[in-house]
């Protein structure tokens, strides 16, 4: 089992410019999270995914989010356009069932200058 | 889902037990308590769960308190690869059709391993 697949280990953007984070969840799981970590607000959680359709995207800070499951396989994380505040570590996480345990890839980590 | 409160960090030498205490006064009946931690530079990782009774998987132990207003994450013998920020998170398992993995975590404690 290859875990959560996250791409790409590191990105470094310059404000305004587009950024898509992407995840590819463990195969079987039927629910993806998207969190994201900084050092001021710790881990929260963006929105998730319930058999490729979002569920609660509340968690989104603001409509330059957007986040997108086409298939069981993939799922992309957009900022557009991105701005320094943005930058941060972003956790993609799967899990069955929706039930315990939860999976975590290793993470993307932003940098918006 | 109600709060936890742990220390802000814990020292530990290698080898040795370490005992994680997790504050959670205002625990509703359907809440698991839930331990991951995170490791440097990685995700949050699983560690383990329970409802009521102490738990046992080849990380760790919880225990848990009778009262259920505490418990305690329990690593035998520490090892240098322990090193990490371990949080407790209380989650109940049918949150009103709401995802478990909704979950919500703290600032949990920094746990340093002496060699």
């Known amino acids: 089992d290859a875990g959560v697949i996250q791409s790409p280990r590191h990105e470094v953007t310059e404000m305004g410019q587009e950024v898509t984070l992407r995840c590819k969840p463990i195969s079987g799981h039927d629910y993806l999270f998207w969190y994201r970590q900084t050092m001021m607000r710790g881990l929260e959680l963006l929105i998730y995914?319930?058999?490729?359709?979002?569920?609660?995207d509340s968690g989104m800070p603001e409509d330059r989010f957007s986040a997108k499951m086409p298939n069981a396989s993939f799922s992309t994380l957009k900022i557009q356009p991105s701005e320094p505040r943005d930058s941060a570590v972003y956790f993609c996480?799967?899990?069955?069932?929706?039930?315990?345990?939860?999976?975590f890839g290793n993470g993307t980590r932003l940098t918006v200058t | 889902d109600a709060k936890t409160t742990q220390p802000n960090s814990m020292e530990s030498n290698e080898e040795e037990p370490v005992h994680l205490p997790c504050n959670h006064s205002t625990i509703s009946g359907t809440d698991y308590i839930h331990w991951y931690r995170q490791l440097p530079s990685q995700g949050p990782e699983y560690v383990i769960h329970?409802?009521?009774s102490n738990v046992n998987n080849r990380m760790a132990s919880l225990a848990i308190a009778e009262d259920r207003k505490s418990s305690t994450l329990i690593l035998h013998r520490a090892t240098l690869r322990d090193a990490a920020v371990y949080y407790c998170?209380?989650?109940?398992?049918?949150?009103?059709?709401?995802?478990?993995?909704?979950?919500?975590f703290g600032q949990g404690t920094i746990l340093t391993v002496h060699p």
């Open positions: 995914f319930n058999n490729n359709v979002p569920i609660d």
């Open positions: 329970g409802l009521t």
């Open positions: 998170i209380l989650r109940s398992h049918n949150a009103g059709g709401t995802s478990y993995g909704k979950l919500t």
């Open positions: 996480a799967s899990s069955k069932t929706g039930r315990p345990p939860l999976h």
